[in-house]
Every structure is written in C-alpha cells, then in structure tokens.
C-alpha cells in the first residue's frame, strides 16, 4: 500500500509564486489540482479527464502541443511533478518557453535527487519506496538551474518543497536536503 502525503505545502507555495498572475495554465492538474490557485483565469491541462474544483476557469484534455497549435498564451505556468516522468524535459522546458508571454513565470516542482530520503534508500539501492517506474530521472538542483538557462529562463529561484511525514504531510525543510525542490523562473523578455 502506497504512502500517500499531504501536498497542500507545496501546492500553496507553487499558487503564490504566480498569484500576481493572471491567466495560468496548471499542466498535469488531473491527478492532484491546485486548489490554491486563486488567478483570474487558470486553465487546467492533463492527458486524462480531469474533475477540477471550482477555482479552474477551463480544461484542456491533451498535451502542450495542443495549447501551442490554439496559439494561447499565459502569464504563468504551473507544472507540479511533471519533469520527471519526461523522455525529453528539455523539449518540454522549450514548450513551455513557447506557451509563455513575455515576462511569463514558471513555476515548477520535482523531486530532489540529494533528498535524506533518496540518500538511503540509495545506500541500498531500494526500489520498494518512494520509487516509481513512471519516473524516467530525477535533477539535481544545480542542473535543474542549467536546464532553465539553456530554455531561455532567467531570475531563476530554488525553494525547499518540503519534507514527507506520512499521516502529517510536507513541512519545512533545508532546501538543499528537501524532498522536492520549487523552481521558480521569468522568460526571457525579447
């Protein structure tokens, strides 16, 4: 039986880097949708159905192709726990660049790969827990800077998204040791 953890710390801390925005497209919203997201217009995009709570204006079932090929454009993107699970997250990075108006934010999370957690179970090479095969690879932060670099992302800011206590939930924790890691960034303005 799977842990499950209590997300509202990092949904609410992934909602008030863009709550100056106002439209906001929430990626992967179908599973877990932010319920913190209080923007004027936020859409949500999942490949599955989605049943979204009321603070969503619209949905999209399809990919970022999809949002590019309607020419719409938003202030913000949010993409909680998406990268990992991605064959190619540079391209998605670039997809997201492209969906962005200028001065657009990006608002992202994904687990830490220096976790305490990873740390031991990588001691043992563990696959029991906290280990998923829909997880392709998982970013240092560091690198995770380089990425948005290269995507043409600037004003780039990491935050601590916490640490796991099952039947409590995520709780402040030293960035550098969290579980997973808020990466916050401006595109480039042309």
Not at 48 to 61: D, G, M, V
Not at 90 to 96: E, P, R, S
Not at 160 to 168: D, E, M, N, V
Request: charged fraction near 15%.
């Amino acid at each position: 039986m799977p842990i499950t953890i209590n997300e509202d710390y990092r949904l609410k801390k992934l909602a008030n880097n863009v709550s100056t925005c106002n439209s906001v497209l929430d990626i992967g919203c179908a599973q877990l949708p932010n319920k913190f997201l209080n923007n004027v217009n936020v859409t949500g995009l999942d490949l599955q159905q989605a049943k979204l709570p009321q603070n969503y204006s619209s949905f999209i079932k399809g990919s970022l192709d999809d949002v590019i090929n309607m020419q719409q454009n938003y202030d913000a993107i949010v993409a909680g726990e998406i990268l990992e699970h991605l064959i190619n997250p540079m391209h998605f990075l670039q997809q997201c660049n492209q969906t962005l108006k200028p001065g657009g934010i990006l608002a992202l999370s994904t687990p830490n790969p220096h976790s305490i957690i990873e740390a031991l179970l990588t001691i043992t090479l563990n696959r029991q827990y906290f280990y998923t095969k829909d997880h392709i690879m998982l970013f240092p932060q560091r690198w995770l800077i380089r990425m948005l670099e290269i995507n043409d992302f600037t004003n780039i800011k990491l935050y601590s998204a916490g640490f796991p206590i099952p039947k409590y939930g995520l709780i402040p924790f030293p960035r550098f040791l969290c579980h997973q890691t808020i990466a916050i960034a401006t595109k480039v303005s042309m």
